[in-house]
């Protein structure tokens, strides 16, 4: 039983751990004849590399990476591409305390109840080292959705940090990547700079909420009912580490409005259907509607903290625990890039699967 790929076509298999000497992905079903080199992945991987700022963890690597097979003459094959990261910088060390405890808030319970082993270094499969990997077959799936849909965009930011929101009269796309917390308001960024300092020097942590935007998404991706578009985006997310919720468009906010107020009005324009809103967030029936898609999902607090907190041993003794290392004070940080890369192979898999169903034909309209 595979429980380590995600995909229908274009399918993606992760392996290896945080502490081991590599990981990567095998990417299959990529379309053969598109332009590829290690830079057109290193770009994204190199968003999401940790030690960028003192809000993530201080891990030093260079998550560089290879391309073992799968392309030739820097095109792909359309045969299975082996993407490989080498570890660098692991510190086994750091966790030498918690061989026989379970972490509170980590994944330590459950793996040992289950598989009856766990590789306790950094939480092994458990990882959020694990996303690297994502994130690199995510820069196949970009590269790919270059050359077959031209101008569709993916963008991840964060719009909420604890409590605190962004004030969307301030939303500047520009602004994305010019601050450390990937966020479109620029007063946002200056204010949550000395709050996450005051958490990090505490040795505490906090959640957030980050908003992935697919523009330029053509209308017609995804199927009824058990091939839903909104479905599958919803489990990519739902897969990062940390993620406790996910909702599209409007979300659980839908639940508090009107029909009247949620049904998205239809226009004809010049163009072709046009809707005066977007509470559906892109998607209608589990098709999308050529809108903007629009994902957010909500990240908890980073487990790992200096607060003492009350746990068990293997053996079943109350003790404490206190989870030392190099951990982000805010894991919804580094998340962003990795919700873009998810967002690329869920598109990039819904657009094939649609090439094969509907050879891309569509219904007249006008």
Same mark, same amino acid.
């Given at each position: 039983m595979s429980v380590n790929t995600y995909g229908h076509l274009f399918r993606v298999t992760t392996w290896g751990e945080s502490h081991g000497p590599a990981l990567g992905a095998t990417v299959d079903g990529c379309p053969p004849g598109i332009p590829l080199e290690p830079a057109q992945i290193q770009v994204w991987l190199d968003r999401r590399r940790p030690g960028q700022s003192r809000y993530t963890s201080q891990r030093r690597e260079a998550d560089e990476v290879e391309i073992l097979s799968g392309t030739f003459e820097s095109k792909t094959t359309g045969t299975p591409i082996l993407l490989?990261? !080498?570890?660098?910088?692991? !510190?086994?060390?750091?966790?030498?305390?918690?061989?026989?405890?379970?972490?509170?808030?980590?994944?330590?319970?459950?793996?040992?109840?289950?598989?009856?082993?766990?590789d306790h270094r950094g939480g092994g499969r458990s990882s959020a080292r694990e996303t690297a990997a994502r994130v690199a077959a995510g820069g196949v799936a970009r590269a790919a959705l270059e050359q077959l849909v031209p101008g569709l965009r993916i963008n991840g930011y964060m719009v909420a940090m604890g409590d605190r929101e962004i004030d969307r009269g301030r939303?500047?796309?520009?602004?994305?990547?010019?601050?450390?917390?990937?966020?479109?308001?620029?007063?946002?960024?200056?204010d949550w700079a000395p709050y996450l300092d005051g958490l990090r020097k505490s040795g505490s942590s906090i959640g957030a909420i980050i908003e992935v935007t697919v523009r330029g998404c053509p209308p017609g991706l995804g199927a009824p009912v058990y091939g839903k578009l909104d479905a599958d985006l919803a489990a990519a997310m739902m897969s990062i580490n940390a993620v406790k919720g996910v909702e599209i468009g409007e979300g659980m906010a839908a639940a508090r409005l009107a029909g009247a107020e949620n049904a998205d009005e239809i226009?004809?324009?010049?163009?072709?259907?046009?809707?005066?809103?977007?509470?559906?967030?892109?998607?209608?029936?589990?098709?999308?509607?050529?809108?903007?898609?629009?994902? !957010?999902?909500?990240?908890?607090?980073?487990?790992?903290?200096?607060?003492? !907190?009350?746990?068990?041993?293997?053996?079943?003794?109350a003790t404490e625990i206190v989870t030392k290392g190099r951990h982000d004070p805010c894991v919804g940080i580094r998340a962003v890039p990795v919700a873009e890369a998810m967002a690329a192979s869920v598109i990039l898999d819904h657009f094939l699967l649609d090439r094969a169903q509907t050879g891309g034909v569509r219904g007249r309209i006008g």
């Open positions: 490989m990261i !080498r570890n660098a910088d692991q !510190r086994s060390k750091d966790y030498g305390d918690i061989a026989e405890k379970f972490r509170p808030g980590h994944a330590d319970i459950t793996y040992w109840q289950k598989y009856g082993i766990r939303f500047d796309w520009a602004e994305i990547d010019r601050n450390p917390f990937w966020t479109p308001d620029a007063k946002s960024a200056e226009l004809m324009g010049t163009d072709g259907p046009e809707f005066d809103s977007n509470h559906a967030g892109g998607i209608l029936g589990g098709i999308s509607t050529g809108q903007d898609i629009v994902v !957010r999902f909500a990240v908890k607090p980073t487990s790992s903290i200096l607060t003492p !907190r009350k746990t068990i041993t293997k053996a079943g003794d």
